[in-house]
């Protein structure tokens, strides 16, 4: 079919018609291949300019559609529709940016203005020239969801989904739901009581017809995509009866076995037949395998026996552990986290000193239903203290440990402290902080209220510990900033508040999820500001301290997030996915004959999967669309719908089409990069004309053919931008774009050296969306470079490299 | 000897509660330092440092000797530490109290207790001398009469004790 394209030159009022002669620019376009008819008109997004589109679509039999006006970023998605409404497929449009990228810019020069509009024009007609009719993916969806964890954030988050009407299935890894919360003796800063307000929830969860509870239970392995994932469960064996149990408690009478109790911060004892505590959910007793004397062979049973001489006969020695499968449409991660171990710190003498415990210890200790009942006393002898303190940030906000925050361990102090000073007032307490981070609603009110109770705070991060061997005292070596001064302090107590850090086996859920951790090791949310609760894996959420260390209030809100986010995919029937996903051209891939295998390694959302002897295949509804792959395949097999090669090749032609040598070819990702660009355009700033942009949806898409194609058509000078990358971390909207990018990149710049360019020539720049004075100044700084080395030397440089560099392009230009 | 009794008995209840009320201020004090920042004297004498001064209340302070410097003396009572101070401590307020213990127990500047003899004698701060007429006399201000009201004066002094709490020679010397 004959390609028809209608070009439409946007006066935009006078934001681009004062400094564009949109006139003759619709003049110009007309004269373009393919191009039917080409027009200009005030504003092309108000209604008559719409229907100005629509009418010319069915007159002139048009195909393609191109408009030239404000940043795709702006009306991509309105004109977009309009096609889409006139019966053209939606993705048979392209847009020429000639507000924010040529009028608002280089108002100061319009003559060279105009003759970047026209670039930009021919470019936006070369690829729609090219454009391929897409259709949204549509997937089915389950309407089930899996939960990972039961703490307080799982809980809340099973809920919600189940309140909301979908099935919802609870894996908890303990033989109790209800996770750090339950233990916690009483919450801050309202000194409510943790299992008075968690419990009823935890009962709540047992009973909703909704909710399907797996406590004492892993998650095996998940396969799948957004909408449907299918989860393997194993649920290890309890060898009691949930049902049969009805919590008598006479078989931990008999059981002649104690271990240390975990739930209790090792400080009590349990039998080997046990519950981890009064209000656990599933209230039943459970058989701890290790240290068990019966269970294979079968040795002891008194358990069994005192059980059926109750009538209750819950015991079974026989229960093996199982496999159960399940689908479900998204998944929620809400795994909590775990607590450092201080005795890596050598100079706390954790381990070592019976009186220094840790934060977790206090609380179980403080805690009425904890080993001691409620009593607060010293390992080493039993006794009450009477003078004590809690050293902050152990583990937390130390290079040498974890370098972030742990978040809520000064409340936690501070409330310890102050139901230690209520109980016992003549007690001295001592906090020695190196910032006090009292940052939600109510909690500076609680920092002052532990003030007024006589809680000393010594800013200072104590150097080390000592022991008075006969005492068991410990004195504090510390300097107390506010003084000035070092200070050595004696106490019989000092507790320690251990950072959080991430779960013990996180990174294998990571790779049976495909999420990612950040360099904290909590997973990683998709987006820091915008997509907070998504992990990088569409229909999977993350809330909680699984995504980083987080206090209750904090925690549930983010529960009910992952319930809205999670909602968002179950309550509707399909989810569509767009469709400028990766395609495998099979018969280009070489993995069946070489076994390569380089694009799963890209891949930052485990969207392809590599098998032997097979070529590589991509699952649309994970891929993302960011195009790494295709940059990455050696063989070339791998194409980005509507970000082709052939297509952005033809916009780079279009732009050297005429004097190479003066233009600056920008390759910006769509985030970042290419909004930075625009905000120099709004914020009117004025950089020199001759930088010409092309827009890839990641720098990860930017092939390396693509710079050396730029030069070969002789390319005065070349950036590729994306994302901010530093050594703290990557802001890329594809995770790992910019990196991989980078690591290209490298490789051009060793290429163009062999061919001879310059090296200047050729710049690799991280700009966000929010430095358009940073894109301004680099392409100001690239103007003047070229300026100085001269049209003759580009030239030269160019005529010599040209040999070269056709001879590595030789596949793609034929 | 039976009032000196009761009355150290009062001072010893006083200084502890004014005592208290201090520690109280210095547990509040979060050591954010603009009370620094905004002192003038601060800006002048680096030595006097009011939020530490405050600090040190918190360890090792107990009556009856408080063996504190001269510093506490310096505060001008301005209030911009008030003014600013985001917990409401005022050190002002605590300064006061501070030199009210240190009086209380003969810890004494001798320079202030100099003024409080000038006063008690010449019902003035400061003599008047020879430099002073001089002075007012090329401004045209009238000549200084001595020693009006002083004998009043004295009267008001004897009514609050103050005389009584003062040492003798020389025990004020001892902490000037």
Known sequence: ?814 | MKEEGWRKELEQGEKLRKLKEIKRKALICFQCGVCVGSCPVAFVNEKYNPRRILRNFLFNQSPPQLNLSNLPWLCLHCYACLERCPQNIGLSEVMFEIQHLQFLNGEIPSSFLNAVKQIIKTGRVSPVTPITERRRGQLNLPKIETETGVEELKKIIEETGLKKLLPSQEEGKRSG
């Open chain 1, 1 to 814: 079919m004959e390609t028809r394209i209608g070009v439409y030159i946007c006066h935009c009022g006078t934001n681009i018609g004062g400094v564009l002669d949109c006139e003759a620019l619709a003049k110009f376009a007309s004269k373009l291949p393919n191009v039917v008819v080409a027009k200009d008109y005030k504003y092309m997004c108000a209604d008559p300019g719409q229907e100005m589109i629509k009418k010319d679509i069915k007159e002139f039999k048009l195909n393609r559609v191109v408009v030239a006006s404000c940043s795709p970023r702006m009306h991509e998605p309105t004109f977009r529709k309009c096609v889409e409404e006139a019966g053209l497929n939606p993705f048979f449009f392209e847009m020429a940016n000639i507000r924010e990228q040529v009028s608002w810019c280089h108002y100061d020069s319009p003559k060279q203005a105009f003759d970047k509009a026209k670039d930009l024009i021919k470019a936006a007609v070369a690829k729609a020239r090219l454009l391929t009719p897409l259709t949204p993916l549509k997937v089915p969806v389950e309407k089930r969801v899996l939960v990972i964890g039961g703490g307080v954030a799982g809980i809340h988050a099973a809920l919600d989904l189940a309140d909301m009407g979908f099935k919802v299935y609870l894996v908890e890894k303990e033989p109790t739901i209800g996770g750090w919360m339950a233990l916690l003796d009483k919450t801050f800063p309202t000194l409510d009581c943790s299992i008075c307000i968690l419990g009823p929830k935890m009962v709540d969860v047992a009973k909703h017809p909704n909710i399907e509870l797996f406590t004492y239970s892993e998650v095996l392995d998940i396969e799948g995509f957004v909408g449907n994932f299918k989860v393997r469960i194993l649920k290890k064996p309890r060898y009691v009866e949930v049902d049969k149990c009805n919590a008598c408690s006479e078989c931990v009478n008999v059981c002649p076995v104690e271990v240390p109790n975990k739930f209790d911060g090792n400080l009590g004892w349990r039998k080997a037949i046990y519950i981890p505590f009064p209000q656990a959910v599933p209230p039943a007793y459970l058989i701890d395998e290790d240290a068990c004397l019966g269970i294979t062979p079968l040795a002891c049973g008194k358990c069994q026996e005192v059980c059926r001489e109750k009538g209750g006969d819950a015991i079974n020695f026989d229960m093996h552990p199982k496999v159960l499968e399940v689908n479900v449409g998204a998944i929620i991660v809400a795994t909590g986290y775990e607590l450092y171990d201080p005795s890596k710190i050598k100079e706390y003498g954790y381990g070592v000193y019976q009186n220094v415990i840790t934060c977790f210890e206090l609380e179980r200790l403080i805690n009425s239903s904890g080993p001691t009942y409620g009593k607060v006393i010293r390992p080493s002898d039993g006794k009450e203290p009477k003078k004590v303190a809690f050293i902050q940030c152990v583990g937390s906000r130390d290079e040498k440990a974890n370098v972030y925050c742990s978040g809520f361990c000064c409340m936690y102090t501070i409330k310890n402290a102050i139901l230690l000073k209520e109980k016992h007032p003549e007690t001295e307490i001592y906090i020695f902080y190196i910032d006090i981070r009292a940052n939600f609603k109510g909690y500076e009110e609680f920092y002052r209220r532990a003030r007024e109770e006589g809680i000393i705070f010594i800013r200072g991060k104590p150097a080390e510990i000592s022991e008075n061997p006969s005492t068991k005292n410990l004195t504090i070596y510390c300097e107390d900033l506010g003084l000035g001064k070092v200070i050595s302090l004696e106490v019989d107590l000092v507790i320690l508040s251990t950072a959080a850090i991430p779960r013990h086996g996180k990174d294998e859920l990571a790779r049976k999820l495909n999420i990612v951790t950040g360099s904290d090791g909590f997973y990683l949310e998709a987006h820091p500001k915008l997509k907070p609760i998504d992990a990088a894996t569409d229909g999977v959420f993350l809330c909680g301290s699984a995504q980083g260390p987080k206090d209750i209030p904090y925690s549930v809100s983010q529960a009910s997030a992952a319930a809205a986010r999670a909602a968002r995919i179950l309550s509707k029937d399909y989810w569509e996915i767009e469709p400028i996903v990766a395609y495998i051209d099979e018969s280009k891939c070489r993995n069946p004959k070489t076994k390569c295998g380089i694009c799963a390694t890209k891949c930052p959302y485990g969207a392809i999967t590599v098998e032997p002897k097979k070529p590589a295949r991509v699952e649309p509804a994970k891929c993302h669309g960011c195009g790494t792959c295709a940059a990455d395949c050696p063989g070339d097999a791998i194409t980005q719908m509507h970000f082709t090669d052939a297509q952005i090749l033809s916009q780079i032609h279009a732009i050297l089409e005429e004097n190479p040598e003066e233009k600056i070819l920008c390759f910006l990702c769509n985030w970042c990069s290419y909004a930075g660009a625009d905000l120099a355009g709004t914020s009117r700033l004025t950089y020199p004309p001759n930088a010409r942009a092309v827009r890839v949806m990641c720098s990860g898409r930017v092939d390396k053919d693509f710079v050396l194609e730029a030069f070969r058509l002789g390319a005065g000078m070349v950036l590729v931008s994306g994302c901010r990358l530093t050594e703290f971390g990557s802001d890329c909207h594809y995770i790992t774009g910019n990196v991989n990018a980078k690591k290209r990149m490298k490789i051009v710049e060793k290429i163009l050296e062999k061919a001879g360019i310059s090296k200047e020539r050729f710049r690799l720049e991280w700009i966000s969306a929010s430095e358009g004075d940073k894109y301004a100044k680099i392409i100001k700084e690239m103007a003047e470079k070229m300026k100085k080395l001269g049209k003759e030397k580009i030239i030269e440089e160019n005529r010599k490299a040209e040999p070269f560099l056709e001879k590595i392009l030789k596949k793609k230009i034929t």
